[in-house]
């Protein structure tokens, strides 16, 4: 469990009521309500197709929703888009690594702070025009422990690193709550292992809301889970009930095994 686990009396950050999007006939979340606590980490699960990007994109505006409602602390924020939503903490961190390639790292999380600091870009100034903020850079790079690859290209770093210097730029918007989707995709174990730490270093003080897929790395990290299928809740709760949930288990794992047990039946 996290360290920053707390009390099941502690307030919601995020709560959604009643949570819909439908395209075109089709619902791909249907009346979610969900309650994610100061301080937990909180997974998403579910089989593919359940639903769980898509209530991501609700609720950092990438989406509209059909119906229903979000509430960051209580207050309700479903009309406001989606720089608005960062602004008051609640940072996307994307399934796909969102750096720029052709920069360094270093480089990667100075833009990053100058968008905190409500500055443009400034791609074109001299580069001792943003040397006042090399500090706070390298101490974040220090943070997801990447400070040997200041330097390095982003292009030419191993993708756990490139991945964890995404978790850096989501960390230099100083995010009350952080969105992991799907952190550990494509990662071999070492990676995977790295991740887990890492997340578990910088969910200290924050909220963390996560979608993943690997059930170990569930276990591992999360307070609480929320499951997912066909876009509607089935289930939630720590790991230990929501993995002997026997809806889970045909719905989430179950659906895994069907998988296996095709594959060995065509070879």
Known sequence: MSATATSPASAAVLETRGLTKSFRGFTAVDDVDLSVQEGHIHALIGPNGAGKTTVFNLLTKFLPPTRGEILYRGKPITSLKANQIARLGLVRSFQISAVFAHMTALENVRVALQLRLGTSFHFWKSEKTLDHLNERAMALLDEVG?????????????????????????????????????????????????????????????????????????????????????????????YASVSNDPRVREAYMGSAENDAEKARASA
């Open 146 to 238: 990447l400070s040997e690859y200041a330097d390095t290209l982003t292009v030419e770093m191993p993708y756990g690193r490139k991945r964890a210097l995404e978790v850096a730029t989501t960390l230099a918007l100083d995010p009350v709550m952080l969105l992991l989707d799907e952190p550990t995709q494509g990662m071999g174990a070492e990676d995977v292992d790295r991740i887990v730490a890492l997340i578990k270093r910088v969910s200290k003080g924050r909220t963390v809301l996560m979608v993943e897929h690997n059930l170990s790395v569930v276990s591992r990290l999360c307070d609480r889970i929320t499951v997912l299928a066909r876009g509607a809740v089935l289930a939630e709760g720590d």
